[in-house]
């Protein structure tokens, strides 16, 4: 049980990722009363089966730095999912996280997806890529399945032509959304205001507005396999 809002002390979210066995399931006490838990020394690497069960978006709330520097030793995200991992987060908010070219290959302002993840009620908000991908998600390979997740106001600088504010799906990923809404998202220099997508993606049951992509593709920007079912785009 996460007991600390701290970024690394005993009872803190990193902590309790890194003495967890595979299979276990991560639970916030309630006693954080809603504290944002304010991430200052870089991403959690999850690299194992894990189940990191909030309680809910507007009580457990995890929070990168904001900010960027040259010294920074590892990327400002959120989350990284290794390939080998099975992980399934619930009820949380993940918002501040960054990544910039300088110490990042790829993207995903708030989650880097290589493994299989399962997000669902969620909002993933505020959260950058500077001369990266994937402004909330980038998934790199990986499986993504997503229940009833907001994104808003995910911002991107991408410099490159496909970006995703919202999420950046590779062309070995897939993508599963049901009931999510993409609102907000922002890209400049770069097409997919709320989704880029290069790989096999499903929507459905899910809306879109406000999105902004500079060069086109405000909702979503498709050169892979897509299908869209019930939703508003």
């Not at 991403?43 to 194992?48: E, L, M, R, W, Y």
């Not at 995200?77 to 290794?82: A, D, K, L, P, T």
């Not at 909330?136 to 600088?157: A, E, M, P």
Request: glycine share 16%.
């Amino acid at each position: 049980t996460v007991t600390s809002s701290n970024d690394s002390a005993p009872g803190s979210l990193r902590e309790a990722v890194a003495v967890a066995e595979t299979g276990d399931e991560i639970r916030f006490s309630a006693a954080l009363g809603g504290a944002a838990i304010q991430l200052t020394s870089g991403q959690i690497v999850i690299g194992k089966g894990l189940t990191l069960r909030g309680e809910g978006p507007n009580q457990t709330i995890i929070r990168g730095p904001e900010r960027f520097s040259l010294t920074d030793i590892v990327p400002n995200r959120i989350f990284e999912v290794g390939p080998a991992a099975l992980v399934q987060i619930t009820g949380v908010t993940l918002s501040g996280g960054i990544v910039h070219a300088d110490k990042d290959d790829l993207g995903g302002g708030a989650i880097l997806n290589r493994g299989t993840l399962i997000l669902t009620n969620s909002l993933i908000t505020e959260n950058t890529a500077i001369s990266r991908r994937g402004g909330g998600i980038y998934n790199s390979g990986g499986t993504l399945k997503l229940r009833d997740v907001h994104f808003v106001n995910n911002y991107i600088d991408s410099g490159t032509v496909i970006g995703g504010g919202g999420i950046y799906n590779d062309a070995a990923g897939t993508v599963d959304l049901v009931r999510c809404v993409f609102a907000d998202q922002n890209t400049i220099k770069s097409i997919g205001g709320g989704i880029a997508n290069e790989g096999v993606m499903t929507i459905e049951s899910s809306r879109f507005e406000h999105n902004y992509g500079w060069g086109g593709g405000g909702a979503v920007d498709n050169r892979g396999v897509l299908h869209i079912r019930d939703s508003l785009v």
